[in-house]
């Protein structure tokens, strides 16, 4: 069973910054073979893609998150990074990892709320 465990997210201030990790427990060797992807959730909206990240490294991101948010993944901690910066209040949102498709189990997200 794949769990998914979600951190570091908090409240800031807009223009602020967090780091959020996700750790990836019990995926064994399935983790150096899927795509990785942070998706948020905001208030009243459906889960979005906010970026992934493939094995090779190859990152892709949603339009809002292009210059701000930078995804990294370990493969030895079995983790998956999401740096963001200059955010804005409608970065607001819990936001969860997964791989991109066949998903596992979402985890319970972490907030990330930014005050203007």
């Known amino acids: 069973q794949v769990q998914l465990v979600e951190s570091g997210g908090g409240l800031v201030q807009a223009g602020g910054s967090l780091r959020l990790s996700c750790a990836v427990l019990?995926?064994?060797?399935?983790?150096?073979?899927?795509?990785m992807v942070w998706y948020r959730q905001a208030p009243g909206k459906q889960r979005e893609f906010v970026a992934h990240v493939s094995t090779s490294g190859t990152t892709r991101y949603a339009d809002f998150a292009k210059g701000r948010f930078t995804i990294s993944r370990d493969a030895a901690k079995h983790t998956i990074d999401l740096q963001m910066d200059s955010l804005k209040p409608d970065d607001t949102a819990v936001y969860y990892c997964n791989r991109t498709d066949a998903f596992w189990d979402w985890g319970q997200g972490t907030q990330v709320t930014d005050s203007p």
């Open positions: 019990g995926s064994g060797k399935v983790f150096g073979t899927v795509t």
